[in-house]
């Protein structure tokens, strides 16, 4: 569905809001009809099974569910708001929470929940998210591997934050089983545990101190995308 509603199991003696008792009942509405779905399926198998014995050596696990219909397109309408906010937060600050506030100021008859981030986007709302955030930028971003709108969201804070950059570095980095080698100057490569090759690390002078660098950790950061 295009938008989390309110949890069927939440306490029934919590004080609602008219706007999510009406989600409530609706709610309430789709399980009854759901249960009606599977039984009427369960009765018909049962027919089936009854009438013709070839049949009576199968079993049934009805899978057909019902869903609330958004009206209108509100479920893509409220994506794409989402999308326009990310663009025009041009420092990337509003949280997730404030972004969905702004967004509920629109689509005040449309209960947004917080997992609407994390929830996996379906392929055709994905690229059509991708595109509106596109057309609004001099430059496009790359959203490769990107599945959920929190992940859009940190990609663009990623970018922004790498285009407000006061210091950038392309340094060369090599690295074998002895050393590492940065630009010209090499650290060798020392377990600061001999019997744990985890311990594996480099020494570099930081405000003229010694400070070790885990080779592990700098190749995660290395390898980061």
């Not at 099974?49 to 219909?69: L, M, Q």
């Not at 996996?120 to 496009?140: D, F, S, T």
């Not at 480099?202 to 003229?208: A, D, E, M, S, Y």
């Amino acid at each position: 569905m295009d938008v989390i509603y309110e949890r069927s199991d939440m306490p029934t003696k919590a004080l609602l809001t008219p706007q999510r008792q009406r989600y409530k009942n609706k709610r309430d509405s789709l399980n009854k009809f759901n249960a009606d779905i599977n039984k009427t399926v369960l009765d018909r198998a049962k027919y089936l099974r009854e009438s013709d014995p070839s049949y009576s050596e199968f079993g049934i696990k009805p899978s057909n569910r019902g869903y609330i219909k958004n009206k209108n397109g509100a479920g893509i309408k409220v994506f794409e708001a989402i999308a326009d906010i990310l663009v025009s937060d041009k420092a990337g600050n509003k949280t997730q929470v404030e972004i969905l506030k702004q967004v509920q100021q629109t689509f005040p008859t449309i209960f947004l929940q917080p997992n609407i981030w994390h929830r996996e986007l379906y392929a055709h709302r994905l690229k059509k998210i991708q595109e509106r955030i596109n057309c609004n930028l001099v430059k496009p971003i790359s959203f490769n591997g990107c599945k959920t709108l929190s992940e859009i969201k940190a990609r663009m804070r990623a970018k922004q934050n790498a285009q407000t950059a006061t210091q950038t570095y392309t340094p060369k980095i090599a690295i074998n089983k002895e050393v590492v080698v940065i630009n010209d100057k090499s650290f060798p490569i020392e377990r600061r545990k001999a019997s744990d090759p985890k311990s594996a690390s480099i020494r570099v002078n930081v405000l003229g101190k010694r400070q070790w660098i885990r080779l592990d950790a700098l190749m995660a950061f290395l390898s980061s995308k």
